[in-house]
């Protein structure tokens, strides 16, 4: 077996910002979406929709971040705090969490694209999804069935090359390919939940070419980060608690953050639903041929469509001629088509791929700077 890796540079991947584990199924012919168990539509009124969409994008880095929630709702703050708690407790919102940018932490991360037995998929999801830092794994409709995203710390013997190496030859893969991100364009795993499809297939913001570097971090980085990531409550003043385990007041800890923010280190805080609770029951990889001249001109675009949380430039190779790749999300799989036709119609690119998951293996939030990886390769070694 010898894994397929690319001549271009290896660059750090962009992590995305959800979570929800379901469990496996066959890989037997021609994968078809279909909810899953838990995993079914919930019902949501109108100030469900609005709540969650603020809770998305303007959770605060204020002392008490839901007043504000509550404020711009027209609700009191008790009726914000009970919704959001029910909202937890019914799997619609899977956490209120920091977004640390995973490669300004100093991680190497990358998509990778294994192809594995069709017949018994599952077990190679499984050794795969033992690394911790494997934070998503589907099975897709493509020779090359499964794809997940990894990361390694910075401190890592193995590194992202040795890691690989590992999973492949443990998970059986008859071939890895790596496709880490070389341009990134966009990450903003943020739902849109009161507009439909229309919305969605429409250009609606800005989007740039971020930087792919690591920071420096300093001690007091490490300790907001630890004590910071990972669920936080629905409480009147959700920040109190990191605070005092950083040994910081909460105005120390959020003039950290706003510095944090301002070096990349952190992106947002924000909550992350389960999609498909939510009524996002599809997602669509699209993947593009776009010229080599055109692509820093095509890919901000495709990227600035709201239904596209993730836009990236990643590697080609003579059987895989697909340099930008798009995730689209929507609550139909009909909807995820619509926005990728739009964005094709919008951009004159229609050479394109469109990989469906038909098996969510593991979708979770990253955990940074904890023992889990060092014992994971110690095993190894």
Request: with cysteine.
């Amino acid at each position: 077996m010898e894994p397929v890796t690319s001549d271009k540079p290896a660059a750090q991947d962009g992590v995305s910002e959800d979570g929800i584990k379901d469990a496996p199924e066959s890989g037997r012919g021609q994968p078809k979406l279909r909810e899953r168990k838990h995993g079914a539509a919930i019902p949501l009124d109108e100030r469900d929709k609005q709540l969650l969409n603020l809770l998305q994008s303007e959770f605060q880095l204020i002392e008490r971040p839901f007043d504000a929630v509550a404020e711009q709702m027209g609700e009191s703050l008790e009726w914000v705090l009970t919704r959001t708690q029910e909202l937890l407790d019914d799997r619609i919102i899977r956490e209120i969490t920091p977004i640390f940018d995973t490669r300004a932490l100093g991680y190497e991360s990358m998509l990778v694209a294994a192809k594995v037995d069709p017949e018994n998929p599952q077990r190679a999801a499984k050794i795969i999804n033992a690394h911790p830092g494997v934070s998503h794994n589907y099975l897709r409709n493509h020779e090359f069935n499964l794809w997940f995203t990894i990361a390694t710390p910075p401190d890592s013997k193995l590194g992202l090359e040795g890691t690989l190496k590992v999973l492949a030859e443990e998970a059986g893969a008859e071939s890895v390919r790596q496709l880490p991100t070389l341009k990134l364009f966009k990450i903003n795993m943020n739902l849109e939940m009161e507009q439909g499809t229309e919305a969605l297939a429409a250009p609606g913001g800005e989007s740039k070419e971020r930087p792919l570097d690591s920071a420096e971090l300093s001690d007091l980085d490490y300790a907001v980060i630890r004590n910071l990531q990972g669920p936080m409550e629905a409480a009147e003043r959700p920040y109190d608690a990191a605070a005092e385990a950083t040994g910081l007041t909460t105005e120390q800890l959020l003039a950290h953050l706003q510095g944090m923010v301002d070096r990349g280190l952190l992106r947002r805080v924000a909550a992350i639903l389960f999609h498909r609770r939510a009524g996002f029951s599809a997602n669509g990889m699209g993947v593009w041929n776009v010229p080599e001249d055109q692509i820093e001109t095509i890919g901000p675009r495709m990227a600035a469509f709201r239904g596209i949380s993730h836009c990236y430039q990643r590697p080609t190779y003579e059987d895989w001629p697909y340099s930008v790749f798009t995730m689209a999300h929507g609550r139909s799989k009909e909807e995820c088509d619509a926005i990728l036709d739009e964005i094709a119609e919008q951009t004159g690119i229609h050479d394109r791929a469109t990989l469906y998951s038909s098996t969510e293996y593991k979708k979770i939030r990253l955990r940074y700077f904890t023992p889990d990886y060092a014992e994971w390769e110690a095993s190894r070694l």
